[in-house]
């Protein structure tokens, strides 16, 4: 267990680094009978590759994912899924010269510390491909809460000073603009932005949200395993993230009771909250409102300009990263966000099957396995 | 696994509701040979015991911790260790009107939701009394951690709108002052504050803060275990926390590459780094600075101001808490951060032992067990 | 993680060695809404006393539950159930000589081994009566499996060369004969055999059996986490436990399959076998049969002739243990064996919940948490 | 978690089934540092493929392994360790009956009641060729045990009615006989009498034992995580295994203490047992001496003769299975019993690294993470 499988029931494990032969994760627990087919996967995964505008790495990315098990005449079979994603376009000379260092931001000083050698090509499993697999698994959980009635959205909310006006709130503009903004105006300005960022061989943090509609309240379990807590985890793992925010996040530190407590109202029979500041969380525990998580992510290590550092000999040396970097993470990691939000709640809604002695009753009651 | 244990190696499981007749903790998998008495974890329980000071409840919390295995001769032995902490000081009569209807930003309805039903005293297993075991578990891995040169130290950073002011920073204060602030004068400041909310009826959130002194490199696992995940994780779980930061958290999305990274620095041999805005961690593996992690507090949601909710039948009302109840959570919470900040830490680094084959093969090598 | 967890969603910790202050177990898991009080547990743990014959320790142990949290208003709340059995009885006087040697056949040296010294007082945690954490768990597994339709019950098959004979297999008489065996004539002649033991000083080993009735087909799930598997761990944890077998087990070994394969037929409509050496379980699953599993239990390590052994200084000597000790462990292990085995069944059962994607659907649709 | 992972720190996660494209396992928490090339792996999957003897099925399979990922310029990294093989030799003509109806022995019947339906192609999930992951991964942990100084080696003991002669035990024999018995002479006598049995086109079960060598006194956990409980889990968790013994195993329960108990000795300043009843482990946890675990091998259930069953319908037919099956299933499940075991003792070595303050405290100490 050195990190690499997230979930209890719906559990993957992801494998590949930026530089090696493959990518791929293992889905154990995946329900069966699910249609699955690549198409289902490669949308998500097409989401995370590199544009063509002048906002990302000039890097052709042609990841294309292979289902290897866990799928028989189109349906999952219980066993588990594999998916593979063959790397293409691995341009190793790029990388040679930060073997002997540490770049400032980035995971080569820890690496070394902890295993006393690092994969030096690329970041290795520190780089953003590793994110790969966690899209892969979580197109297939997207797919299954879609079937549950529950849409999990992810976007950009800010490039540095630049963000969304909730008024212009779009979302069919998350997949069509650069920035993957909801908003067309504010996606121009970013863009503008990010052209004077890369202009000064710069980079620049920006914001992420995420919003889950139609989940049931009762959903996640006490104490240690809240559903905001791993939704925490889920997304402070993501490469680059700093801070999570779950509804008001960091604001409550400077609210009343009186202005932050969400009434419950009875809206036709439906026991609803007349204002959402919980952001779809009490007591760790769904209460039905729409989630709302916000996740704040720092700028590119990976910068053109002169910065100063040590090498491996502890001797201190000014560093110039070549290569091919996004001046901004945010447009790409929205949909390792959206995949790690679905992860997460359908992991937490599986588990939640067995919460009450009534619901096993009648589970179990007048099973006929074969027939039903 | 419905939610109530932490942890991998050194793992704990709290059990015990508010008006229960006990609460406590399991902890498996604490090495052998610690020196361990009642007193150790009394002081850290004492920390979460409401003051007499104006800004706590009037509630006497008598909380009193028995060892009940684990410890033989002063020293843990291996096996689990049992701690309980009896209930003595429950009114319950305070809570009976609340069992029929939902208090807004209180988890009775998203419990009622899960379980079909639930125990209503003072929120049973939501209630801030569940924390007991995780602070008893808590000041266990302190000592170990301590053994191995690492302090951990969280405070209260801000109430409301009274934030402790670096300049003034005073480590001895936060034990003594009422408010745990690290600043004598903030305190004044914020208690002056509390007495006027507390005067209005309502309540109001802070942001408390925690910091990791004397950790090595190399602590935390790549990819879904990274350290900060982990810590997050570990910190959102504590009831009323709505957003975890890892060193300059929010405030990342709005900076620059050239800004945001720290410059690594030989100093004197050592390899250190010339500033901290990574909150000592980097790819999610820690290296060598201090860990700096703040979380931000919802305020108290029982406030005594008339209320609107629903009741269990979904009938709409007004409610009007009583009761006993601190006018801010986070001057007690502070230990709790603590607290799961140390068990976190410590799990990674017990985890962290099998990472190289070199450590592996230098371990075994020679072991003759009974004589070391 | 110092293995004393067991379970995947019925998740139990246990805690607690011979001579400490109490011992115990948190369940984690247990679905909401059953009922619950202390007799159900009591009558489990009364099992595992030792009786007023001939054949069992006469040493008196009293062990009476206590329900510490997780059950309100007589019902299972979803949080930990926390059970507790406070020791009494313990004249560590008899233990005193112990301390500074290894006794053959028992953990004190792999104890030492492991943890550098050891509570060695009666056993620490590796004594007998660490299973009462165990059996009080057990209880509510049983207790849930009852309300399934299912039944797990095991019985002494063999002590020594006196073995039951299925031709007189009266299931009542497990609960009255001091043997535990379904059979009072070999109940008699087992009784008069370890009178001979007991004189001669010596022990002797044994065999038991479990059945469970009633399970449905499908559980259980393929590769590492297959049911008999999972039986196969659950049994062999038991002290002194060195075999354990599934349907006709090591029997197999010299069959052929045309003798070994089970025929399917259509029993009135429902799919059946006509026989069943597989025990009810094949790939890992359950078959809709009888659950079987017989484990073979070595003898009482305790025994009071001189034995050669060494001391913790690793010199040869003689040893000559005394106290009060079973002749023969099997009779009150038997309660032990159906408890682990009611655990390991009902946590597969929960696990199952999620195998299907239709399933989910039908669970998840309509849902409407406060009123169903 | 539907049952591929295994182990808590070394943790694997197995993939693929019989026909489809490709079988494989994911390996997390190996440690860094390890020298590791395919052929360290190819030589144990070698050793499960189908000699070309008459004693197996007459299929090719010709199982080449890839690594994918997790190894960088010939070192393990500590990233997880990715392998596969593709599948080659898959006739799905031959099994296309038997999608219709249950084959009486097999996991057909079970996968359906569990699933709703079933990869019907060879088994799917639950065939034979599940254990090339198996395989793969107990490669590498057989490597590192190699150089901690542990050897682990399984080997036939009896195929029907044929025994191996302790007293002709040749380790050499094992990688060059057909039945991988140690003894060439009983080797002789197995072969022939599986000639018999093949052309009755019936089959048989056998029995497989596997040693352990070098393993240091201390390794395993008590209660739940006994390395005897979690061995007996890992063997029972490979296809046909139907019992699985410790040391003597069922004999114990025929047994005398005064028989049974291992006596401790000195020898030469290391404390060693002048028997070893117990193999190997007291208490759960190893004692020094030499493991020694059994397995009881099912015959093959896939037999040419005409069989009972029902089809899906519930309608009782006879089947006659086609297609190529080994007569006896031990020879090549010995390497899978080897791995199991290699899996399992390191899993329990790795975790025993923090069973001490003082191991913990020297671990940590003047850690200077980038030197050493």
Redesign the interface.
Known sequence: ?????????F?I?????SH?????V?I???????PLCESDIQQYLDRRKPGSSSISTPRKEDDTV?????V?EG????????L?VRNTSQRSADYGEIAAC?R????D???????????Y?GG???SGR?TIGRVAAGAVAAK?LK???ISVCAYTR?I??VEIDPAHFDRSAILTTPTAMPDTEADKAAVAYLEE?RKNT??????MECMVEGL???????????L??????????I?AV?????????????????????????NG?Q?TK?ANH??G????????GTLRIRA????????F?T????N?D???IDINIKGRHDPVIVPRAVVVMECMTALTVLDA?????????????E??AG?D??Q?
Chains 1, 2, 3, 4 share one sequence.
């Not at 809604?349 to 009753?361: D, K, P, T």
Request: charged content about 20%.
């Open positions: 267990m050195a990190g690499s499988t997230f979930g209890t029931i559990q494990t992801t494998w590949g680094e090696g032969k493959a990518l791929g293992v154990d627990g995946c329900p069966a009978g699910l292979e289902i290897l098990s866990g028989f349906l999952t079979t219980g066993a588990p899924v594999s593979m540490y400032p931001g980035h995971a000083y820890t690496f070394d510390a902890k295993y006393g050698f690092r994969d090509r290795g499993r520190s590793e299954i079937q549950l009635g800010s540095g000073p960022i710069d980079s620049v943090g920006g914001c049931p309240a009762g959903i996640g379990d006490p104490v240690f395993e809240k905001d807590a791993n939704l925490a985890k889920a997304i402070m793992s490469g700093k801070a999570v925010e779950i509804g008001d996040g960091c604001t409550v530190s400077l609210r009343k009771g009186s202005q932050n407590n969400d009434p419950f109202r009875n029979g026991i007349a919980a952001g969380i009490l007591g760790g525990i769904s209460d039905g704040h992510v720092k700028p590119t290590p990976s910068i300009l910065q100063q550092t040590v491996k502890g001797k201190e809604m599986l588990l939640n099957m067995s919460a009450r002695l009534n619901h096993l009753v589970f179990y099973d396995p074969c039903n």
